[in-house]
């Protein structure tokens, strides 16, 4: 058993000083916990918030994207003399102008500003048009003529497997395929021979998108200094930053990147997006401060979203439900760009085994290119569908063996402190609370089972990482840093550059910072996102900002507190360690008369030490996992959820209602109760858009020999996403297990609470009227078809019946920690270690 | 782009000079009422006009009037949908007309949109109710510029939907409208003011202004009205059943049953009518009859749902509306 050290150890201040205070009694805290409102609560609220869109500069001109009207096609020549001789037009750019590619992942940058031979979508961007409004800059957009050469489309997975050529991309693993990743950790073979039920099933998770209220949105300005400034609606400034330096050529330090508020991303704004540096550069070719504000359609191109998956899964069970093996196979459909793709592949395989205990485990993982707008994360990337595809696989095994599949859950959940087979280590682990609070609250034990045909419960559990253990690009630097600024009238600033994309980010720091120095989080100056004032934060995705920016910060809030303290104790003459922070004041503990303000404090420190700042880092401890795919997985603490959805089918239509869910979260602590409560509510709501209709369909027509494939509904009318009145009761439990690499034990809430929800729909579907829907969303159609095949004696089930044959490269062999593995992978011929005594 | 191109807005005050000042305007005119419709449609560049004509201002065309028992009841077209589904004397005397009225679109959107514009909605398709750029790369369609129609390629018309909720209640009812042309005025049946004709969708003539709808006397009938959409608002009909049963004793005198959102005009459902006509009422009766509607409700792939699914569903929904009639 690898026994890794905690990595954090080796930074200074943090850990072993106490900095994560994940057991500090809740009544001791003043700020932390507390539902306090959020610090740009009443900005928002009073319609002030300063988002990319509403910003303009004197002799600004707006840009627009001509974007492809192909799926795949070459381009044969682009004229733009007609869009240049239109009056108002200022400027236009071509993709040979800026031929250095990019992409969110150092493996895979695949991506042009502007097209330059080759369109791979609909919706691809051609070229750019800069007027003086932009009304003017969209008709000469129309008025630039493409050539096109229409090349052949890919629409599927299986369609990427059957064309190899014409490739999408000259790279990855062969033909349309982008990656493949084969994983194996023990023997699943072993593991089925040694079980009482095998099952396998197959399951299709369609894609989805994020649908922020937010368009995304930038303003760039390319000034008189050679410097250029962008204001963007970007969830990752650090990384558009990157981007921008390697496409514009220009070195980092001439570029300033400042991430505005996000009004909502959900994964959707953490790529650097072609419209962003197309503003740079059409800024720098005009010498003027250019705009671009992207139409819904044009966000539904940008997309990101959750790659369509099918999944083959294979699981073997003891009679009471234990799980001796899992055999897990996923294929995405990746769309036109790499974006984070790798990374969303590995994690259709990641986190299985982080909730039930799992001995031997197959992972196997294929991501195709097909013509469509490029996937990526979204809220729970790359693990909702595989977390989809094993609660329901789950339930079937407990209906298998006529278990309670809440019971056979707890009997088996993953252990505290443990590693598991493929080397995530485990930390503080509640889902077993959680799920005996949505099995009390929803009375599971008296109802399940026993309700009137028609109505049933479904109860689904998930986990989700506290932050991705390793950065997007390899590097040794902290994941996140914090300044302070501590100014003599007793203003604090907190610099970070964090992205407040409205969970609240920003007010964790606030609260953080307060919570040490004993200060009103209200009264703090927080700057955010902004390259040139703030130091590195890698951005708001993976669900690391509350614990790693708050880890920094708390480093940083206490090192101020040490040297203020240094000064206080002097002038009251008490010793250091007498001293407390609160109320705005620094007082003796044993004689709270006492005292100096926070101010007063501020000043004889600056008096006796100078200039008061400081600064706090963080980074995750070093994974156990070692073997190569290993990153993706790892992180300092995981969530855990779990959820009960009552449902009301209409056995004849298929339709249904949802009038109530349980949900409970183990947040680890909330820093703040109603934040964590709207990301839960929040999640559910999404989550439930996702389990019941929306799609990222295509529309794939052909006329007359040509293949037209594009989105099917690219608005807000017709991409169905639920309405305020589509939202049930809710009744929401958090469940507090403190985690020793949380600040104050916190973990993440803002992605996990969503994965349950479609998988105990579907649970709850089967309850309800006794079939099977292996196929998300959760359409009443779907249903309708399951309950007709069943009344006619077919499969109570609507689903996928295979996945394609793929040529799966030699797995990577990592022994499990109980099979004596050290988290490193052995040649695949090799011996298996000797067991060293077995887990559990 | 979503943004209205430029046109030239008048605001007349009374409806002949609305009529009027249409007849002078050449072609490319119009009216608006709400503009719930109209306004989203020349965004996306499917519908266009020079000159709008605004109702807004034209008083005469607003109100509820007269008395639905006795068969006077009129509603101005200008009237919102909103102050129908809020009026006492509507709620009193035509439930089901109620029941249609407050399933459009969103509350907010009954705020503006009005009678008039909801009876003249323009037909719907998923291949036409797009932007232009969407519709640029698939090829406009025969509806607005194109050759083809995308969704029977083969076929020389337009299958275009009748999306209107109010529509097939207001049909099977048997209510009437009053249209104003510089020629003068003329009164039909809601019933006979559609065709099976995805483009050509009205036999309202272009200069026809419709200034009122006339309800039939309320009373000896009963009617219902269900509608099959994604969501619990917004969202269009993707099936949308109006049934109306006048009942003597335990036997049905007459039925009318029109079938909203599976073809370019409210379908009639004359099987399902004519085996109800005259017969005892029975559970079993209504059943067999509304199996009958399966076959005319011709579903074709352009709104949202599956074509099978809808298909399948009008015989349900049919027999649920008839059976809400009929107290089953
Ligand atoms: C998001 C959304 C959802 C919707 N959902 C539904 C729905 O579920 N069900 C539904 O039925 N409708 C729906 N609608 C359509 C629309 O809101 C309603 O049908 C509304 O009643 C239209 O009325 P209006 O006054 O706004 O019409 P307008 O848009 O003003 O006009 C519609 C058409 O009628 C013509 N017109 C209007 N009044 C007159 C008149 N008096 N004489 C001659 N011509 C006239 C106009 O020239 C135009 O061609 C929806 C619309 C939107 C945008
Ligand atoms: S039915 Fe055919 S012609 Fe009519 S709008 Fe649809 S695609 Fe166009």
């Not at chain 1, 048009?129 to 052949?152: F, G, H, K, N, Q």
């Not at chain 2, 807005?9 to 009529?19: K, S």
């Amino acid at each position: 058993m690898a026994a890794e050290s905690n990595g954090a150890a080796n930074q200074p201040g943090t850990a072993d000083q106490g900095y994560y205070r994940h057991d500090t009694p809740q009544q001791d805290l003043r700020v932390i916990g507390k539902p306090l409102r959020k610090v740009d609560a009443r900005t928002k609220v009073t319609g002030r918030t300063g988002y990319a869109d509403n910003l303009s500069l004197p002799r600004m001109v707006y840009m627009k994207l001509l974007r492809s009207t192909q799926a795949h096609a070459r381009i044969r020549s682009i004229d733009t003399s007609a869009a240049a001789a239109m009056p108002g037009v200022v400027g236009i750019l071509l993709g040979s102008e800026l031929p250095n590619q990019f992409g969110i992942l150092p493996v895979s940058n695949d991506e042009h500003t502007l097209a330059i031979d080759r369109v791979r979508f609909v919706g691809d961007p051609v070229a750019a048009v800069a007027a003086l409004d932009e009304e003017t800059a969209w008709a000469a957009c129309r008025a630039i003529v493409v050539d096109y050469e229409p090349l052949p489309v890919i629409g599927s997975p299986a369609e990427a497997l059957a064309t190899p050529e014409p490739r999408i991309h000259d790279y990855g693993d062969e033909g349309n395929v982008h990656k493949y990743v084969n994983l194996q950790f023990g023997d699943v073979e072993r593991g089925f021979a040694e079980s009482d039920l095998v099952r396998q099933d197959v399951f299709f998770f369609e894609g989805n998108t994020h649908l922020p209220m937010e368009q995304h949105a930038c303003l760039a300005d390319y000034d008189k200094d050679h410097k250029v400034t962008i204001h963007s609606s970007t969830q990752t400034p650090h990384y558009l930053h990157k981007a921008l330096t390697k496409v514009l050529a220009m070195p980092a330090s001439n570029i300033r990147v400042i991430a505005c508020p996000n009004g909502g991303g959900f994964g959707g704004k953490s790529d650097p997006f072609n419209h962003e540096v197309a503003a740079c550069a059409m800024s720098r070719k005009i010498g003027r401060p250019v705009k671009c504000s992207l139409t819904r359609e044009e966000v539904f191109h940008c997309h990101r979203g959750r790659h369509p998956v099918l999944m083959k899964a294979k699981i073997g069970v003891r009679k009471d439900g234990e799980i001796q093996a899992l055999d897990f196979e996923s294929h995405l459909d990746g769309g036109a760009f790499g974006s984070y793709g790798v990374a969303s592949t590995f994690y259709t395989g990641a986190l299985q085994t982080v909730t039930y205990q799992l001995k031997n485990y197959h992972f196997r993982g294929a991501r195709y290119f097909t013509n469509k707008a490029p996937c990526g994360p979204k809220r729970g990337h790359g693990t909702v569908q595989p977390r989809f595809a094993l609660e329901c696989l789950l339930d079937k095994v407990a209906c298998d063996l006529d278990l309670d599949p809440a019971e056979m859950r707890l009997r088996h959940l993953a252990k505290r402190g443990e590693l598991t087979a493929n080397f995530m280590r485990i930390g503080s682990m509640g889902l077993g609370e959680c799920i005996e609070k949505v099995v009390a609250g929803s009375g599971w034990k008296e109802r399940r089972g026993k309700l009137p045909f028609g109505r049933g419960l479904g109860l689904a559990c998930s986990s989700y990482l506290s932050g991705a253990g390793l950065p997007i690009y390899w590097n040794a630097m902290p994941h996140s840093g914090v300044q302070l600024q501590l100014d003599r009238s007793g203003l604090v600033t907190v610099f970070c550059g964090s992205t407040d994309i409205g969970q609240g980010s920003m007010s964790v720091l606030a609260y953080v910072v307060a919570e040490v120095l004993g200060l009103d989080p209200m009264k703090l100056r927080i700057v955010t996102a902004d390259t040139d004032l703030t130091p590195v934060d890698l951005g708001s995705y993976s669900s690391r900002v509350t614990l790693m920016t708050g880890n920094a910060a708390m480093q940083a809030a206490e090192r101020a507190k040490e040297i203020v303290a240094a000064a206080v104790a002097e002038k009251l003459e008490v010793p250091k360690s007498n001293l407390v922070f609160a109320d705005e004041h620094v007082f003796d503990a044993a004689d709270p008369s006492r005292r100096m303000s926070f101010a007063e404090a501020v000043i004889a420190a600056e008096a006796k030490f100078g200039t008061v700042g400081t600064v706090g880092s963080y980074k995750p401890p070093r994974s156990a996992a070692r073997f190569k795919g290993g990153g993706v997985g790892p992180s300092p603490s995981y969530s855990y959820t779990a959820a009960v959805v009552e449902i009301e089918v209409d056995p004849e239509t298929g339709q249904y209602t949802i009038p109530k869910i349980w949900v409970a979260h183990d947040v680890g602590r909330s820093i703040n109760a109603a934040l964590v409560m709207g990301q839960i509510e929040g999640s559910v709501y999404m989550g439930l858009g996702e389990a019941t209709m929306e799609e990222s369909a295509y529309r794939d027509r052909s006329h007359k020999g040509k293949r037209v494939f594009l989105h099917n509904q690219p608005s807000m009318l017709d991409y169905k996403s639920p309405l305020a009145v589509d939202m049930p009761e809710v009744v929401t439990y958090i469940v507090e297990d403190h985690d020793p690499n949380g600040p104050w034990g916190a973990k993440e809430a803002g992605q996990g609470p969503l994965l349950p929800i479609m998988p105990a729909v579907a649970n709850a579907v089967f309850d309800a009227v006794g079939v099977r829907i292996d196929t998300n969303p959760i359409t009443p159609e779907r249903i309708f078809a399951a309950l007709q095949s069943k009344a006619k004696g077919g499969e109570a089930r609507f689903g996928p019946s295979d996945v394609p044959a793929v040529a799966w490269p030699e797995p990577r062999v990592v022994p499990p920690p109980w099979e004596g593995g050290d988290g490193k992978e052995v040649a695949s011929d090799a011996p298996a270690p000797t067991r060293s005594g077995g887990k559990g | 782009m979503l943004r209205l191109p430029t046109f030239r807005y008048h605001r007349p005050r009374t409806a002949a000079e609305a009529v009027r000042i249409l007849a002078e305007s050449g072609p490319k005119a119009r009216f608006v009422a709400g503009g719930t419709d109209l306004y989203p449609n020349m965004k996306r560049r499917h519908q266009s006009a020079e000159h709008l004509i605004s109702l807004a201002r034209v008083e005469e065309l607003r109100g509820i009037d007269g008395d639905g028992p006795a068969g006077t009841c009129t509603i101005g077209a200008m009237t919102t949908l909103r102050e129908i589904e809020r009026d006492p004397r509507i709620g009193a005397w035509y439930p089901a007309f109620v029941q249609a009225v407050a399933s459009v679109s969103s509350p907010l959107l009954r705020n503006m949109g009005t009678i008039g514009g909801n009876l003249l909605l323009d037909t719907r398709c998923n291949y036409y109710n797009q932007t232009e750029e969407w519709r640029a790369s698939i090829d406009f369609c025969m509806k607005e510029r194109g050759p083809i129609c995308w969704v029977a390629p083969g076929s020389p018309r337009c299958y275009a939907v009748q999306s209107s909720d109010t529509v097939p209640l207001l049909c099977a009812i048997g209510a009437e409208v009053t249209l104003l042309s510089p020629g003068g005025e003329r009164r039909v049946a809601v019933d006979d003011l559609y065709r099976d004709d995805g483009i050509a969708y009205l036999t309202k003539r272009p200069d026809e202004l419709l200034t009122r709808v006339h309800l039939p006397a309320s009373g000896a009938w009963s009617a219902a009205y269900h509608k099959l959409r994604r969501r619990g608002s917004i969202d269009f009909p993707v099936l949308g059943v109006g049934a109306w049963v006048a009942r003597d004793g335990e036997r049905i005198a007459d039925v009318r049953v029109r079938i909203g959102g599976v073809g370019s005009m409210p379908i009639h459902a004359t099987e399902t009518e004519a085996m109800l006509r005259g017969q005892p009422v029975t559970e079993e009766l209504v059943r067999a009859a509304a199996e009958l509607s399966f076959k005319p409700a011709r579903t074709m792939d352009n709104t949202d749902s599956e074509v099978p699914y809808r298909k399948k569903m009008a015989p349900i929904f049919v027999r649920r509306a008839l059976s809400e009639c009929l107290g089953l």
